[in-house]
């Protein structure tokens, strides 16, 4: 790079450490969610950009007992290898009294709101139990941290699905992780709403200028190990999406690898089809991600 | 693999209902920029409501937006041309989400200023003109909408475009071109309108590719405000690195550099990066961050400048204009949270030399105060002197926002510094000792009679280094000898409580006025006053020191000293001995003049 020159990548990426480093040095109680998806992984590559090597917060997954099992070893395999503080929780209660869409029980929607946002709200409100990776014993065990995060960061993009095109980089919620979308702070200059009232917290979005193609051009320039649920594995098919098996379907694509993905972006062949349409609760209640988002959904 | 197309953001402004949703609906629908089937689903929705379809709807995504029909916040929108990507953001005109707006606009490189041809230029076209000047978003291409709705005549486009090129020379602002539209019926949208054969310029998509995106001036003078100082020391790295982002100019290792407003210096050892080769040198736009050859303390916030190049400002008072979004105007003397670039210091309004109609461009001089949606100049005096550049010379430093009650309320540009002997600190402390009647008893009266002078003894230092204990064994030991002493130990959090904010910058400064004037009035009693208080800085104590005039201030520093010469009256170690501490104590204090030997201890 000796040349002055900052490609778009080079942008987007100096865009969004500064982002996490605002939140570092604002947020005592701060996480980041790590869904073990293509974004937030590059999320997670980012905080390492941002603090030279280092991630100086936990890692928060909500472990719905329905992600493919691969993701579950992938996510642990990585927490070791880069000295992750990885944290998860769940439902507990809902998973075991099998108050779930796969048990039959509830609708997908409902499902979501149960699985992922209610056991999201209480692992961040902190008083529902959150198990941290021990490193030496390779286990989780219960964490002794209960302090709620005031601080998450997420992956969302704006690209992805009209409400988040809306969001802020940071972004208020309530105590009910409620998100008032018509009255937003203004952003300007780089300068971001840090200062919050006792009982709401901030949802931090370093990717909101990401889009689709970008994720993979930067997976690719930085050769982050991604998991290979994306890339087909000889049946044509891949998942362009991540999320609970019963819920996912994957697409046509015979992408075996990041290379071929980023191909087959800029062929556009997925352009007039929504990236998550593979996620079954998008589609329900005529506006499935936005109400769940209103409801304290990423 | 860097084969990536150029990007920008384009902003679509104006005035409410003047055409903005529908503009930006039409251009992605002609350009085939929608997702499959999103016209159709739209369409249908329409159908279903029996209402008529309209391309803004296209980009109402949320629900309650549509509920009220107005954009309320900016939406983004992607679409391609032959030549870049564009990010269409969509800024709401209605002036109750002036807020939004801005944040819309502030995000982009250009911007788009819709006009209804057959309402004229409204008070929201002229505002949002002025804040494309104030955000100093240089491109601007004006459209003259809904022609269809004037039979496409040339004297009502001619006509908009005489009258509002004249508003914008007045601030400063050359539109790159005025284009006739019709975004409802497709005119000069994608290619040329037969309905306006007499219109030969470019359309808007042409007009989106003449936008020149503004190159980093990599000649301008280095700007790099500190974002933080990182030292993972538990995860095995040494490294103290000053990390954030230049904003202007480059630098190389070996380069000598000075922090403001602290004056450091040091010298630049290395960039540093993650998954990065070797790096020498980093410019503006990187987020980066570098190591110095030697260990100096300086806190978030400094800017780090080249010590060859001209400096930024540095100064406690200064001339800007501003805009303000709160819902509560801005009022003089009332403590607000300044953010510019890094830094985040206590200020107050000190004056308003005029505030402006931003519809009219009238100034307004005899306005006491700032109101929602105003436009005004301003002189701002922070508590502690603060670094900046004039606007105009570098943006990025020169830029800064308010903030009160927890919420960003006006965002201002920085016109120049103000050098000014009085402080508001000075006027208070007149206006105090003017309303003060003094006791008969003189201080050197009490001296006599309490066989000690008084003073305000701060024990400062790092956190967690005993400083508590060593303030009250102090008091303890004095107190046997007959000294009539005080230990007060009030914290952040019991001030926090009083008014429920929990903002670190404000709650830190009412912490220092409240101990300055506790201690004035108990050291003019003639009380030897002790107090702790961790990671004082020099300005801090400096307000400190002012407030317990007359009465002396004596400063301990334990531990790590990063106080400049002459500040510090006693440097202990961390750790030691508390009685022999102790007795170091009083041995200077017995040295100084508060426990004067003729006083006899």
Redesign the interface.
């Given at each position: 790079?000796?040349k002055?020159t900052?490609?778009?990548?080079?942008?987007i990426?100096?865009?969004s450490?500064?982002i996490m480093?605002?939140a570092?040095?604002e947020f005592k109680n701060l996480a980041m969610l790590w869904s073990i998806g293509k974004d937030s992984t590059v999320l997670l590559w980012l905080a390492?950009?941002?603090?030279?090597?280092?991630v100086?917060f936990p890692l928060v997954h909500v472990d719905t007992s329905f992600k493919v099992p691969a993701m579950i070893k992938y996510r642990d395999q990585v927490a070791l290898e880069w000295?992750l503080n990885m944290v998860y929780g769940q439902n507990t209660e809902a998973i075991k009294n099998k108050r779930t869409f796969p048990d039959g029980a509830i609708d997908r929607i409902s499902c979501c709101k149960s699985l992922k946002s209610e056991a999201l709200k209480h692992t961040l409100a902190g008083d529902w139990p959150r198990y941290r990776m021990n490193h030496e014993t390779k286990k989780y065990e219960l964490d002794d941290n209960k302090e709620p995060y005031t601080g998450v960061i997420v992956g969302v993009r704006?690209?992805e699905?009209?409400?988040r095109?809306?969001e802020?980089y940071f972004s208020p919620r309530d105590r009910n992780n409620d998100w008032d979308?018509?009255d937003?702070?203004?952003?300007?200059?780089n300068?971001f709403?840090t200062?919050?009232?006792?009982g709401t917290h901030l949802r931090i979005h370093p990717l909101l200028?990401w889009?689709e193609l970008n994720i993979w051009?930067y997976i690719?320039?930085?050769n982050i190990p991604i998991i290979d649920l994306y890339f087909d594995q000889g049946e044509g098919t891949r998942y362009r999406s991540l999320g609970c098996y019963p819920c996912t379907t994957p697409v046509q694509s015979t992408a075996k690898n990041v290379e071929d993905i980023?191909q087959e972006l800029k062929t556009g062949k997925f352009?007039?089809?929504?990236e998550r349409s593979g996620r079954a609760q998008d589609k329900e209640d005529g506006?499935g991600l936005?109400t769940l988002r209103l409801d304290g959904y990423m | 693999m860097e084969n990536q197309r150029e990007q920008m953001n384009v902003v679509i402004v104006g005035h409410v209902d003047h055409g903005k949703s529908t503009l930006i609906g039409r251009l992605l629908a002609d350009t085939g920029s929608l997702p499959e089937g999103k016209l159709q689903q739209v369409k249908d929705q329409c159908k279903r409501n029996a209402k008529p379809f309209e391309y803004a709807f296209l980009l109402d995504a949320l629900k309650d937006e549509q509920a009220q029909g107005i954009t309320i916040d900016t939406a983004r929108s992607f679409f391609k041309s032959k030549k870049r990507d564009y990010i269409i953001i969509d800024a709401p005109g209605h002036i109750e989400f002036l807020k939004n707006m801005i944040t819309g606009a502030a995000r982009a490189q250009a911007a788009m200023l819709v006009i209804d041809a057959k309402e004229g230029i409204r008070e929201n076209s002229k505002r949002h003109g002025y804040m494309m000047s104030f955000l100093g978003i240089k491109n601007i291409t004006v459209c003259v909408n809904k022609m269809d709705l004037v039979g496409y005549k040339q004297e009502v486009f001619e006509k908009i475009k005489t009258d509002y090129s004249a508003f914008l020379k007045e601030i400063n602002l050359k539109p790159m071109s005025f284009i006739p539209i019709s975004a409802r019926e497709g005119d000069c949208i994608t290619g040329p309108s037969k309905n306006m054969p007499w219109y030969d310029g470019g359309s808007i998509l042409e007009a989106f590719d003449v936008f020149q995106k503004a190159v980093p001036d990599y000649e301008r003078a280095f700007r790099f405000p500190i974002q933080d100082i990182y030292k993972f020391t538990a995860a095995g790295d040494d490294r103290r690195i000053f990390s954030g982002r230049v904003e202007s100019g480059t630098i190389d290792v070996g380069d000598e550099v000075i922090f403001l407003p602290s004056r450091k210096q040091s010298r630049i050892t290395s960039v540093e990066g993650f998954n990065l080769p070797k790096q020498t040198q980093a410019f503006a736009g990187q987020s980066t961050g570098f190591t110095l050859e030697t260990q100096i303390y300086v806190k978030p916030g400094e800017i780090m400048a080249k010590v060859k190049e001209k400096t930024p400002h540095v100064s406690p008072k200064f001339k800007a204009n501003i805009f303000w979004m709160g819902k509560q105007p801005l009022v003089k003397g009332k403590n607000y949270k300044l953010k510019i670039t890094t830094q985040q210091v206590p200020v107050i309004l000190a004056d308003i030399i005029s505030v402006l109609d931003a519809s009219e461009l009238s100034s307004i001089t005899n306005k006491d105060q700032v109101d929602r949606h105003d436009v005004a100049e301003c002189i701002f005096e922070t508590l502690k002197p603060v670094a900046f550049d004039e606007v105009n010379q570098i943006s990025e430093t020169g830029r800064f926002v308010i903030v009160d009650n927890y919420e960003i309320c006006g965002g201002g540009i920085i016109l120049a510094p103000v050098f000014d002997e009085v402080s508001t600190l000075s006027k208070h402390i007149k206006e105090r000792d003017y309303g003060w009647e003094r006791s008969d008893i003189t201080p050197g009266k009490r001296a006599q009679k309490y066989q000690h002078k008084s003073a305000l003894i701060v024990i400062t230092g790092e956190a967690n280094s005993g400083k508590i204990a060593m303030a009250k064994a102090l008091e303890e030991e004095l107190f046997k000898l007959k000294k009539n002493v005080y230990f007060l130990g009030i914290s952040n959090d019991l001030l926090k409580s009083q008014d429920g904010s929990n903002d670190k910058t404000l709650n830190r400064m009412k912490h220092i006025q409240q101990l300055g004037e506790t201690a004035h009035i108990l050291t003019d009693a003639g009380l030897i006053l002790i107090t702790s208080i961790s990671d004082i800085d020099e300005y801090e104590l400096q307000a400190l020191k002012i407030l317990n005039r007359p009465s002396k201030t004596i400063v301990i520093n334990v531990g790590e000293n990063h106080f400049q010469e002459g500040q510090v009256d006693l440097l202990l170690d961390k750790g030691g001995d508390s009685a022999q501490v102790t007795q170091k104590i009083v041995n200077y204090l017995i040295q100084s003049v508060v426990l004067d030997p003729e006083f006899s201890i």
């Open positions: 790079m000796s002055k900052m490609t778009k990548l080079d942008q990426e100096a865009q450490v500064y480093r605002e570092y040095r390492r950009k941002a603090f030279f090597g280092h100086p000295n704006a690209d699905e009209g409400s095109s809306k802020r979308v018509g937003q702070p203004p952003e300007l200059w300068q709403k200062d919050f009232a006792p200028d889009t051009e690719q320039r930085e980023v352009a007039n089809i929504a506006g936005e | -």
